[in-house]
Structure formats: structure tokens, C-alpha cells
């Protein structure tokens, strides 16, 4: 006869694994509910744990994300990654910069993130023609740069 296997929390991955993300007061009020009802995990400090009060195991976490995303309204196709990438794609979309959302999803570089995030970053065709223009529009109101490179 098998002997029942535990669950046993290890380090994470990696060092950028170890991150402080703000929590939107919408998911701060979301978690302040779940946990007066079901408090954390008095050891282990948990939030979320199986009907026994333990760790959830890996094996029937479908199980209990189908159950979770059904309550939560998610629609059926979506997994936690694809919930990371609509975390990623507001930060994009709200103007945060490469290296907000690098640390947000804890990327180790800000390659990383520009390799599978970048072509939601907006084209910068306008801005960059508007600041040159600022600069030089008006030759006579233009700072004097401290020197000129020359070629």
C-alpha cells in the first residue's frame, strides 16, 4: 500500500519570485470578506486552502479553480496564466512603464517582459515627433544645448 503523500511549501522559483504588489482596494475588499468568513491558515498563513483547512494540492486545483471562477463570473476558457496576462495587459494599458510591470509579474529582466508583453506597449510615433517639435519649433524660445555633437 502507497503511503499518502503531503503537500510541502518550498522557495519559489526565483529571487524575482519575492515581490510586493499593490493590492487594488477592489481585491482588498474582495479579501478582507474571504478571510472573515474562512480565516488564513493558522501556521502556514494561507488565504486560500482545501475543505479540510490545508494547502491545496496541485492534483485537484482544477477542480477548485472551476469552482472559484464559476463564483467569481471568470469566463470558462480562462486559467490563472491567462488571468496574469490580463493583469499585465492594464498595467500596459494604464500607462505603466515596462519596468512596473517587470517587477509586477516578477520577470527577472525587462527583456523578458518587452519579449512577451511588448507589442502591447503604445507606438511612440507622435510623442517623440511632438517633443522634437516643442524643442525645435520655435528656434528663437529653444534652450541652447550645453554642446553640440558633431559628426
Known amino acids: 500500500m502507497r503511503a499518502a503523500r503531503s503537500v ?7 529571487r ?5 504588489v499593490p493590492l487594488p482596494q477592489v481585491a482588498a ?26 494547502p491545496i494540492q ?36 494604464s500607462g505603466a512603464s515596462v519596468r512596473v510591470v517587470q517587477a509586477r509579474l516578477g520577470h527577472g529582466s525587462a527583456k523578458t517582459t518587452l519579449d512577451v508583453y511588448g507589442h502591447l506597449f503604445p507606438d511612440e510615433e507622435d510623442r517623440t515627433r511632438a517633443a522634437i ?8 524660445s529653444a534652450t541652447r544645448p550645453e554642446r553640440v555633437l558633431s559628426t
Open 133 to 140: 517639435d516643442a524643442e525645435l519649433g520655435n528656434p528663437a
Open 29 to 54: 475588499d474582495r479579501l478582507a470578506a474571504h478571510l472573515a468568513r474562512w480565516p488564513a491558515h493558522p501556521d502556514l498563513g494561507l488565504v486560500f486552502c482545501n475543505e479540510r483547512g490545508g
Open 58 to 93: 496541485q492534483s485537484p486545483f482544477s477542480v477548485v479553480w472551476a469552482n472559484a471562477r464559476r463564483r467569481a463570473g471568470v469566463p470558462e476558457w480562462a486559467t490563472p496564466h491567462d488571468l496574469r496576462h490580463f493583469f499585465a495587459t492594464a498595467l500596459v494599458r
Open 8 to 14: 510541502a511549501l518550498g522557495p519559489l522559483k526565483t
Open 16 to 20: 524575482s519570485s519575492y515581490r510586493t
